[in-house]
């Protein structure tokens, strides 16, 4: 059984008010503050759940360099008052920092649903092959 310490509780908290403040922020049309709030909310929080080395080592790794520095220029640019700039970044940065994770994701949502037309868009999405042959 894994073991899960104060701090990793206490991030994963951070983390979801995070992303809780992101997503507000985004629907009061890309409020600064609230995107800002959210974004040091989330990095502390994932900082927190994931430890401060293997954080920086993530995000510092040589081939994810440019997914790294869109990420955190985006949100440099939120805190310095240019959300819609900054939050398209951050996507940017997300998409290219996460981009092998997503199959991986898809193909975890394909088998979750059993919706016909739906499974049949993930399991594209995911690249893998529903086929029994």
Do not use: C, H
């Not at 951070?14 to 985004?26: A, D, I, N, R, T």
């Not at 080395?53 to 640019?77: D, E, N, P």
């Not at 996507?91 to 994770?101: A, D, E, H, K």
């Amino acid at each position: 059984m894994v073991t899960i310490t104060e701090f990793q509780k206490i991030g994963v908290g951070l983390s979801g008010f995070g992303l809780f403040f992101l997503l507000f922020g985004v629907l009061l049309y890309f409020d600064s503050v609230l995107l800002a709030f959210g974004n040091v909310l989330f990095l502390t929080g994932l900082a927190l759940v994931i430890g401060l080395q293997r954080t920086a080592t993530f995000f510092f790794q040589r081939q994810k360099l440019r997914g790294s520095s869109f990420f955190l220029g985006g949100v440099a640019l939120v805190l310095m008052r240019w959300p819609v700039v900054g939050m398209v970044m951050e996507t940017y940065g997300f998409v290219l920092l996460f981009r092998s994770f997503f199959p991986v994701a898809f193909q975890f949502l394909g088998s979750l649903v059993n919706i016909p037309f739906l499974s049949t868009i993930l399991s594209k999405l995911s690249g893998s092959s529903s086929s029994m042959v």
